[in-house]
């Protein structure tokens, strides 16, 4: 935003507004007559190279029903005779609403105060390139003449209410780079207070806003608030404090800074109760009068700082799709009783008769701006699907809104000759998530992952066994024993539910198997789910013929895995999967 709005502002509403536009409120607003005089004032301005600002005085006060003439120069505006009328070389004057007075090099008689004339400013432009102004405000039916006289010498006399002169002075933003912003940033206690600064190197007047935001690459949870206040500045600094509560919707901080040192003191107050985060501070120090905020807007970005409290462990979700194709994923909600909200995360799964992800829906890492498939998003719960054909297609997580998925890669064609598939999470410790697939013979295979982003998605097959025919359903891709290895559940068909505890082999990849315990044919659908409970033992859920789906808790022994279960809620078999 630039000074000259920020001016209309602070001047109050539709009359400041009106003021800046060379109108004022009549009388029935109750102005008084001194406001009502007709006043100008003419300060100096910054601008960037790429704007094209308009110049010309501000009105103050007033009802302007005359002309402003304005006379642009490459010097300070003192020779009656002109010598150096118009702009630098290389840039150009739009009139604009303005005409040029005739007799005269570059001076222009304007209308109404907004409608200035607008000199183009190339990128290219050198730094501290001036332009001279001076202005003479011409009443209705005055001389325009000696208007334009007054305007050309404006540089030769003080400046008055109704004629004055300025300047127009170019600051690249390597220059403003030069405005340094350095911050010292303690970490919060939770329940405590901490003081933090910021020193700035001020070689130019502007403006200082800071706004904290979580830091990228972190586990984050809806925060309590830190508390922001106990602002304290030196000489030459004018603070306003904004949204007190940290991170807020709004700027926490904005300071109109004169040249020089500065540092700026506040303190964040935390919460007993809140989660470990990871904050930064983003700051803009804005040098210019005219600008756009891409371009003229110094942000930097501090380092992270830790806000202390309880550590956030990943929560991990469900995966479910629908009859009519649609899928859609759930999010643990830190209690056995209950999910998230869901939300719709894809159409048309229905072309595929087997869908599975390679590790629990996870949740993933904050970060400010789109990941699409990178070493970031991975273990996050990347999918496999295959189509009628026997195509098997791979299914990258990605963080991008609205895209969980990114673009289909094909693995290979042949694969109908497996009746089941099923992710196995990293079964061999490699950092890369493996697959389960067994045949038709009952042998089962163990698809290892590359981990590549552009070729082959999985390395040649290895056998784990042969027997698997026996069950019904296998489920794996979580560590349920808490010993850091993938496990696998497997149900046979007389119900009873075994655990194949993980060896972190690559090539023998599950020890002999632990009984769980029978009855587990009341259930059409097995899930090893990760921790939806948020005490960091990954759970397991299971959904009987009914619809009702069942919430297992994991325990994190080998020998018992899973404590008694609890009712999620009815209505699940609106899903044909769920994994």
């Not at 109750?30 to 009105?59: H, K, N, Q, Y």
């Not at 912003?181 to 919060?188: A, C, R, S």
Request: a positive charge; one cysteine or more; charged letters at 20%.
């Amino acid at each position: 935003m630039s000074k000259r709005i920020r001016r209309a502002a602070a001047m109050g509403g539709v009359a400041g507004l009106l003021a800046v536009a060379g109108v004022t409120a009549g009388a029935g607003a109750g102005v008084a007559a001194a406001e009502d005089e007709v006043r100008f004032s003419s300060p100096d301005m910054i601008a960037a190279p790429g704007t094209a600002p308009r110049i010309g005085p501000w009105l103050d006060s007033g009802q302007a029903d005359g002309k402003v003439i304005i006379a642009l120069s490459t010097k300070p505006l003192t020779d009656p005779a002109g010598d150096g009328a118009g702009v630098p070389r290389g840039l150009t004057v739009n009139a604009i609403d303005c005409t040029e007075v005739a007799g005269f090099v570059a001076v222009y008689a304007c209308q109404r105060g907004m409608m200035y004339p607008a000199v183009a400013l190339p990128k290219t432009v050198p730094d501290l390139t001036t332009i001279h102004y001076g202005f003479a405000y011409v009443p209705k039916g005055g001389d325009l003449t000696a208007g334009a006289e007054a305007a050309r010498t404006a540089g030769a006399r003080p400046d008055d209410a109704t004629h004055g002169s300025g300047r127009v002075v170019v600051k690249t933003v390597a220059r403003a780079a030069l405005n340094t912003v350095e911050h010292d940033l303690p970490p919060v206690p939770a329940g405590g207070t901490v003081r933090q600064r910021i020193r700035v190197h001020a070689i130019d007047g502007g403006d200082l806003v800071i706004h904290f935001r979580l830091a990228d690459g972190y586990l984050a949870r809806m925060p309590k608030p830190l508390r922001f206040g106990g602002v304290t500045t030196g000489p030459g600094a004018t603070c306003k404090v904004g949204d007190s509560a940290v991170p807020g919707h709004r700027s926490s901080l904005s300071c109109r800074l004169e040249p020089g040192d500065h540092t700026i003191e506040y303190e964040l107050t935390g919460d007993a109760g809140q989660y470990a985060q990871h904050l930064q501070v983003a700051s803009w120090y804005d040098i210019y009068d005219f600008g756009i905020w891409d371009s003229t807007f110094l942000r930097r970005l501090s380092a992270p700082f830790a806000v202390q409290g309880r550590p956030i462990l990943p929560r991990h979700g469900l995966v479910a799709r629908d009859t009519t194709g649609k899928l859609w994923e759930y999010s643990g909600s830190g209690t056995a009783a209950s999910l998230g909200p869901r939300y719709e995360i894809g159409r048309g799964w229905q072309t595929y008769n087997a869908l599975t992800s390679l590790s629990p829906s996870k949740q993933s890492p904050y970060y400010w701006a789109a990941r699409t498939p990178s070493a970031v998003t991975r273990g996050l719960g990347d999918l496999v699907a295959r189509d009628a054909s026997g195509t098997l297609w791979y299914y990258d997580r990605q963080i991008v809104s609205q895209e969980r998925y990114a673009a289909r890669v094909k693995v290979g064609s042949g694969w109908n000759v497996y009746d089941q598939l099923a992710g196995a999470g990293d079964v061999d410790r490699d950092g890369y998530v493996d697959l389960l697939a067994r045949d038709k013979a009952g042998v089962l295979w163990l698809y290892k992952g590359t981990g590549s982003f552009t070729g082959a998605r999985f390395k040649a097959r290895v056998r784990v066994g042969g027997g698997w025919g026996a069950y019904g359903r296998l489920a794996g891709g979580a560590d349920v024993t808490g010993d850091g290895r993938a496990d696998l559940l497997a149900r046979d068909t007389a119900g009873v539910l075994w655990l194949y505890k993980g060896t972190g082999s690559g090539t023998a990849p599950y020890a002999g198997r632990t009984r769980v315990g029978g009855g587990w044919n009341a259930y059409d659908q097995i899930v090893v789910a990760g921790d939806l409970t948020d005490d960091g033992k990954a759970d397991a859920v299971a959904r009987d013929t009914a619809g009702v789906l069942w919430l297992y808790k994991g325990t994190g022994s080998a020998t018992a895995p899973f404590a008694g279960r609890t009712r999620v809620g009815g209505g699940w078999n609106t899903y044909n999967r769920v994994f």
